[in-house]
């Protein structure tokens, strides 16, 4: 069907139309100026003193842990209640996930007490996520990982200029990983970014997103390089000229954009403050935040109570979504899981409602109603 209210919508106008045919005419429409031009517009942004464009965030994790050097048989602590790729990249490269429980409804990010409690002598790194643009302990989490020499990624998906303590997220740990996918806060269609402050790092990202080879045909082209050589093996993780130029506009539009929604989320809050029957995580929290996503949580509820509740939204013509099914549940995990009650719980219970710069006050007080109707009646 199509909806009334979509969850998502693109922030796309002619400014975009007309980066691409700019780069089309160009004539160069594979890595080369415009990655260029993106990842500095991009490091600049984030205040980080390198950016490396990437084909996906997913390569963007799994090329960080290579180049942190985790290897196979290390443990990698992470979340359950993430996208399925935070832990894919630990299979990737045959580490092994220790998956660790959310600290609460309010917060569900990482628990910082599950992270000291699964520790051991073969943890070799974290890859945190903070949920919905919302940051993790970092102050704690930093602490935990100097003391036991633990590397830190933050899966900063969800987060791009959003804030703990004035520090942008993505900044914070060894390496920053971002997506461009087309729903995400930043939209190129396919797109990722990583971000780190350390010169080393960035070099072995360079020659890890191609084929670990050390010139580029770029450079090649324009006589700045005749040959190569090949030291380590590598992949291909590359970015193009047209998916950055979608991405040094959308850069240009993301503060204004992430302006709306912070008004949209305090809208929603307003509306919904009288019903007594849904949590909305992280409402303490006053460092800026992207809100990639607005989660509310279901009290006294069932899994079938909100599936039943999201159906009947959609049947208004209001789209919703689910963030996340626990990953630790999932067939190709449950074998090697423990039990994360806060984790499996918040699954059961949570859905998020339709979030983007352009979501009117009617229609967000049209949520808002047809929501309260939905949950009086269950
Ligand atoms: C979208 C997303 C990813 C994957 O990003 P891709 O660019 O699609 O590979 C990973 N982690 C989180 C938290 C995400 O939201």
Known sequence: MVYKIPLFKLNFNHLEEEAVVSTLKSKWISIGPKCNEFEQDFSKMLNSS??????NCTSALHLSLLALNIKEGDEVLCPSLTFAAT?????????IPIFCDIDSVENPTISVEDIKKKITPKTKAIILMHFAGYSCDMTEIMAVAKKNNIKVIEDACHSPLSEYKNQKL???????????????????GE??????????IDKRIRLLRSHGMTTMSYDRSKGHATTYDIESLGYNARMDDIRAS???????????????????????????KDTKSIDIPFSNRTDFSSNY???IVLKDSTNEKRDKCR??????????????????LFSIYKNDSVPLPITEYFSNN???????????SEEIIFICTTLNEILNEL
């Open 311 to 328: 159906e009947r939204l959609h049947k208004k013509g209001i789209q919703t979504s689910l963030h996340y099914p626990s990953i630790h």
């Open 350 to 360: 949570t859905m998020t409602l339709p979030m983007y710069g352009s979501l009117t």
């Open 87 to 95: 832990v894919n990249s630990i299979k990737y490269i045959n580490a």
């Open 191 to 200: 797109g990722g970014m990583i971000v780190t402050n350390n010169h080393e």
């Open 246 to 272: 979608i991405g040094i506009v959308q850069l240009k539009k993301l503060k204004p954009d992430l302006e709306k929604r912070k008004v949209i989320r305090a809208k929603y809050i307003e509306l919904l």
């Open 50 to 55: 390198h950016a490396i464009s990437l084909s």
């Open 170 to 188: 993505g900044t914070i740990g060894d390496i920053g990983c971002f997506s461009f996918f087309s729903n995400k806060n930043i939209s190129t």
């Open 293 to 295: 996503i607005f989660p």
